[in-house]
């Protein structure tokens, strides 16, 4: 039994994606008690091979072949498919990138097996490993459990998994080199589509101070900016906020925003609905402010306080203020 975590790679730099993914596969091989391995596709990827032999792993897969330098799904389907003939693994995770999105389902249909895909989270028990994936926009959570021989494939939501929590460590690379030829490879790759660059990028941010609809009006939402201010923060706000044309549609965070994992993520007057949690659970350290004391978001803060924020977020300025002299 082992676990093979495929990362991703473009122009010589991991997606970032990848280390939430090998942090994640750490995590399942020490719950179940099996060896880790990773693989990075491509071609010239011996640097990047180097890079991740760094981690605590049994093998870095490096799978070359010049019919990879370009991305495709045939190709990347087929040089897998020989990968995983030769390893044997029991489980193949992925980041749920738009790559993967584009070729693990045919790798997986392949060898006739599912995919389970956009994983929020796991659970373990005597070595085995059931998935949790979301249905209906994210209001309802299942668990999926594989059924009939290996492999199993799985792909990982953005920060279902902190990348933070990668162990160091010394793995050996093997240089793999599929059998490939260019009438298997049925795209032609053309030139990559750039998508226009946001104007804010909150997941470079190491503090956020994120409003709900506790907030009430838009009107006092400057409350919750003199907070953001005094802490040197990015403001955010859940989806509400933003489809009301509240704040930019930019600082939403959620299934249907920015996921984001900074530093300290504050959050006033958020309730915790599920779609809002995926999108920033992967902060290092949360504090609630909430008035209702059953909110769902207390379950994931580190701290939480209970009462009404148009009261406590005025004397915490004034806490901030003083604590900065």
């Known amino acids: 039994m082992s676990i093979l975590a495929v990362l991703e790679q473009q122009d010589g730099a991991f997606?970032?994606?990848?280390?939430?993914?090998?942090?994640?596969?750490?995590?399942?091989?020490?719950?179940?008690?099996?060896?880790?391995?990773?693989?990075?596709?491509?071609?010239?990827?011996?640097?990047?091979a180097r890079e991740i032999a760094g981690k605590k792993l049994e093998t870095v897969h490096r799978v070359e072949h010049e019919?990879?330098?370009?991305?495709?799904?045939?190709?990347?389907?087929?040089?897998?498919?020989?990968?995983?003939?030769?390893?044997?693994?029991?489980?193949?995770?992925?980041?749920?990138?738009?790559?993967?999105?584009?070729?693990?389902?045919?790798?997986?249909?392949?060898l006739n097996r599912v995919l389970v895909s956009d994983a929020v989270g796991h659970?373990?028990?005597?070595?085995?490993?059931?998935?949790?994936?979301?249905?209906?926009?994210?209001?309802?959570?299942?668990?999926?459990?594989?059924?009939?021989?290996?492999?199993?494939?799985?792909?990982?939501?953005?920060?279902?998994?902190r990348a933070d929590k990668m162990v160091d460590g010394t793995a050996k690379v093997e240089t793999f080199t599929p059998e490939l030829s260019a009438a298997q490879i049925r795209t032609k790759p053309l030139e990559l589509f750039r998508e226009s660059a946001r104007a804010l990028d909150l997941g470079t941010?190491?503090?956020?101070?994120?409003?709900?609809?506790?907030?009430?009006?838009?009107?006092?939402?400057?409350?919750?900016?003199?907070?953001?201010?005094?802490?040197?923060?990015?403001?955010a706000a859940s989806r509400p906020i933003c489809d009301n044309g509240w704040m930019p549609m930019e600082r939403q965070v959620g299934?249907?925003?920015?996921?984001?994992?900074?530093?300290?993520?504050?959050?006033?007057?958020?309730?915790?609905a599920i779609q809002h949690l995926?999108?920033?659970?992967?902060?290092?350290?949360?504090?609630?402010?909430?008035?209702?004391?059953?909110?769902?978001?207390?379950e994931i803060a580190d701290y939480g306080i209970v009462g009404d924020l148009f009261q406590v977020v005025p004397a915490l300025i004034e806490e901030l203020k003083k604590a900065k002299g």
């Open 123 to 161: 659970k373990s028990s005597g070595g085995k490993l059931t998935f949790v994936r979301q249905l209906f926009q994210g209001k309802i959570n299942v668990d999926v459990e594989f059924v009939g021989d290996a492999p199993y494939f799985a792909s990982l939501q953005a920060g279902a998994y």
């Open 15 to 48: 997606h970032k994606m990848s280390f939430e993914t090998l942090a994640a596969a750490q995590q399942f091989g020490e719950e179940a008690g099996i060896p880790v391995h990773a693989a990075v596709v491509g071609r010239n990827v011996e640097a990047l």
């Open 278 to 298: 995926v999108g920033m659970k992967g902060s290092k350290f949360v504090v609630a402010i909430n008035k209702d004391p059953a909110a769902p978001i207390f």
């Open 67 to 110: 019919l990879l330098a370009n991305f495709t799904p045939d190709g990347y389907s087929i040089a897998l498919q020989h990968l995983i003939a030769a390893m044997k693994p029991t489980f193949v995770v992925f980041p749920h990138t738009y790559r993967v999105r584009d070729f693990a389902p045919k790798l997986a249909t392949a």
């Open 205 to 235: 941010a190491e503090i956020i101070v994120s409003v709900g609809r506790g907030i009430k009006e838009p009107e006092n939402i400057p409350i919750v900016q003199k907070l953001a201010d005094v802490l040197g923060a990015e403001m």
């Open 255 to 272: 299934s249907s925003g920015q996921t984001v994992a900074p530093k300290m993520y504050l959050a006033v007057g958020i309730s915790g």
